[in-house]
């Protein structure tokens, strides 16, 4: 079978990245609002830091839901309502005058975002056997591109028209941004006609995708939920996304109270989002090299340097070279857990198994920012909440350390 000059799968890859600048916003977008709803509500660090936690929870059930369904319809009707929801999540924020009311609705925005995620790398998994780490790499980039763009355009916006009118800007610009990439989607290479780029020439290219990307055979979802290496996987994941859901909401809210302009401290998160675009590709590259499984543990470790920086942090200087040296440690570790998935349980069922592993994470992992709202309140201070997500990153990279190799546990 003739491949064309240009592949299709890094134009499929390239829309994933298109759909995933709509999640970054909505992951790292809340902190951007928390000290403006603070000055017109009153409500503590606490109070406020459910909200995203309740985000994430929702963010996380889509991502297993999303990566179930997209293994059987592909991504398309998963992106269009991922698009209705973040219009409506975001849109009607604008109009809240409860927390009751903005956390029923960054439920719904939740649900819409995690449509993105899963849906994306699962699908460009597909498309590549070869070059699989870099094309992970650049499509989980969108995220960072989104956190880039987004953050320091909320603050500007929140400035110029207020927090209600950028609510709805914000959610028009997210949905129109995921429903774009759309046209441009397609489920896996026989849908085109083509074999997965690298993949072996053979009569059945869907035959040379399971034998090059699966070096074992998959196991049913209930034996691989019970594996070793699933749970050791999704623990790891877990504390990995402490220390992530953490920032994503009290970096800016912390900047600011030590004495940063709200616009510098939105613009300080969006380097954390730019400096991951470098790190997704190192994270890829590395995992080519180096192998998934010690890339995931050199790069946890060095996310927990960082927060330890973050600790004695105190001025402008200082939070923009975390918001550089995290952004690109924390990039480096994205694309790895979906390239673990698939390598620990083969590609039949990767966005259904990353979907769970992720949705598992982040839901649970969204605890980490209302922690460091109560510890915050009770304390007065970051700091402790910044060591406890510093240590968070160490018990993931030592857990990661931990993971067996694919052969040893289907012999078990």
Known sequence: ???????????VDGASAVALLSAGGAYYGFGVFVKPLQAEFGWSHSL??????????????????????????GPRPLFAAGSLLLALGFGFSSRVDSVAQLIALY????LGTGTTWTTAVGTVQRWFVAKRGLAVAVCSSGVGLGTLVFSPLLGLW??????RTTYIIFGLSAAGLLASSIWFMAAKPEDK???????????NPGASEAAALRPHPAPGTWRTIRSYNFIVLSLSYFFSVVPISL???????????????TAAAAS???????????????????ADRLGWKRAMALFCFLGSGTLAWLMFSSNAWMFFLFAVLFGFSHGTRVPLLPGLAAQMFGTRSVGEIAGLITGLGVGLGGLGALLAGFI??????????????????????VLAAMLRPPETETAE
């Open 48 to 73: 406020i830091s459910v909200v995203q936690t309740v985000f994430y929870m929702a963010y996380g059930l889509s991502l297993y839901l999303s990566g179930k369904l997209s293994d059987r319809y």
């Open 376 to 397: 915050v309140d009770a304390t007065g201070s970051y700091a402790i909440a910044f060591g406890v997500a510093s240590a968070s990153f160490v018990i993931a990279a």
């Open 158 to 163: 929140i400035s110029q028209y207020g927090w």
């Open 1 to 11: 079978m003739k491949q064309p000059k240009v592949f299709y799968g890094w134009i």
């Open 268 to 286: 300080a998160m969006g380097f954390i989002g730019a400096m991951s675009v470098p790190g997704r590709i190192a994270g890829g590259v590395t």
């Open 193 to 203: 006609g083509l074999r997965p780029y690298g993949a072996p020439a053979g009569p």
């Open 247 to 261: 920032i994503a909401v009290h970096f800016v809210p912390h900047a600011v109270e030590s004495g940063m302009g």
């Open 107 to 110: 439920v719904v925005a939740g």
